[in-house]
């Protein structure tokens, strides 16, 4: 029986590359957590170029399947998917098998009322050893620097949001960052957000994660994020920043400083609104 008064209609995308063991389950999974809500609804499997069987296999356990020719990236992948949603309503889930596909059941309940519902990782496989925890608690306290708000789950790759709203969205990333870059850009622009806790497992074959080299896009990422959307907060930063040099240089030489990166702040903060202004 449905929760639903006003019943939306699902578009579910599963972006996959080489998940051959894994993505068979998670669309079985997946229909069969929204058989039971109710909904309308389609599977959409983007397979990035896979080496393997995933497009067989996804095909075989009754999705439809867009194929890049070339590996392009998760973020891209995403978009593949979305571009070729029918319905408003956008599901993602990682084809690997480390969300459940049951645990959709609690975002469903949250639509129409916000824009985006994340499920929040939770417990210790999320935070992982003292080293991972470590970086994963700096990078959700960067973000919540850029969003100004509690981020619990920052990249989560089980979300539901609106396809409209992505329309909006500046595309700064085709890769690992894109679920980040759309929980900035959401929260940023005063989008509605829930962040719901979920369950999260091991996932099945390799992580194709590069922790080095995925951590340093992911700051350039929030960097961009903020000086798009609040440029004067990060130059405000590094203003205050500016005024230490000055027992080492002179006070003078930061006080300079810290007023020329201030300025700059204000004069992109303004440049900003007056884009915002002619946008309406």
Same mark, same amino acid.
């Given at each position: 029986?449905?929760?639903?008064?006003?019943?939306?209609? +699902?578009? =579910?995308?599963?972006? =996959?590359?080489?998940?051959?063991?894994?993505?068979?389950?998670?669309?079985?999974? @997946?229909?069969?957590?929204?058989?039971?809500?109710?909904?309308?609804?389609?599977?959409?499997?983007?397979?990035? $170029?896979?080496?393997?069987?995933?497009?067989?296999?996804?095909?075989?356990?009754?999705?439809?399947?867009?194929?890049?020719?070339?590996?392009?990236?998760?973020?891209?992948?995403?978009?593949?998917? +979305?571009?070729?949603?029918?319905?408003? %309503?956008? @599901?993602?889930?990682?084809?690997?098998?480390?969300?459940?596909?049951?645990?959709?059941?609690?975002? !469903?309940?949250?639509?129409?009322?916000?824009?985006?519902?994340?499920?929040?990782?939770?417990?210790?496989?999320? &935070?992982?050893?003292?080293?991972? =925890?470590?970086?994963? &608690?700096?990078?959700?306290?960067?973000?919540?620097?850029?969003? $100004?708000?509690?981020?619990?789950?920052?990249?989560?790759?089980?979300?539901?949001?609106?396809?409209?709203?992505?329309? *909006?969205?500046?595309?700064?990333?085709?890769?690992?960052?894109?679920?980040?870059?759309?929980?900035?850009?959401? !929260?940023?622009?005063?989008?509605?957000?829930?962040?719901?806790?979920? *369950?999260?497992?091991?996932?099945? $074959?390799?992580?194709?994660?590069?922790?080095?080299?995925?951590?340093?896009?992911?700051?350039? +990422?929030?960097?961009?994020?903020?000086?798009?959307?609040?440029?004067?907060?990060?130059?405000?930063?590094?203003?205050?920043?500016?005024?230490?040099?000055?027992?080492?240089?002179? %006070?003078?030489?930061?006080?300079?400083?810290? =007023?020329?990166?201030?300025?700059?702040?204000?004069?992109?903060?303004?440049?900003?609104? $007056?884009?915002?202004?002619?946008?309406?």
């Amino acid at each position: 029986m449905s929760l639903f008064s006003n019943k939306p209609e +699902i578009s =579910a995308v599963i972006p =996959a590359y080489n998940e051959e063991d894994a993505v068979a389950p998670t669309i079985k999974g @997946l229909r069969a957590a929204l058989e039971a809500s109710g909904l309308k609804f389609e599977i959409i499997t983007v397979d990035d $170029g896979s080496a393997d069987g995933t497009a067989a296999a996804a095909e075989a356990a009754g999705s439809k399947v867009i194929r890049h020719p070339v590996n392009r990236g998760y973020g891209r992948t995403l978009l593949s998917g +979305i571009e070729a949603a029918a319905h408003e %309503w956008i @599901l993602i889930i990682d084809a690997d098998g480390s969300y459940p596909p049951g645990e959709t059941a609690k975002l !469903l309940p949250h639509i129409p009322a916000f824009d985006m519902v994340v499920g929040a990782r939770q417990g210790k496989l999320f &935070w992982g050893s003292r080293p991972k =925890a470590f970086m994963r &608690w700096t990078y959700l306290t960067l973000a919540r620097f850029v969003a $100004g708000e509690r981020i619990p789950d920052a990249n989560s790759g089980l979300r539901l949001f609106r396809k409209s709203a992505v329309k *909006e969205m500046p595309v700064m990333c085709f890769g690992y960052s894109f679920t980040t870059t759309m929980t900035l850009s959401f !929260l940023a622009a005063g989008r509605f957000v829930r962040f719901e806790s979920i *369950e999260f497992t091991d996932r099945v $074959g390799h992580s194709k994660v590069k922790p080095v080299r995925d951590i340093l896009r992911t700051l350039q +990422i929030m960097t961009q994020v903020i000086v798009f959307y609040n440029p004067l907060k990060l130059f405000s930063v590094l203003a205050l920043l500016c005024l230490p040099a000055g027992l080492a240089a002179g %006070w003078s030489a930061g006080l300079t400083g810290a =007023a020329v990166f201030f300025s700059c702040g204000c004069l992109l903060d303004r440049l900003r609104m $007056g884009e915002n202004l002619h946008r309406k």
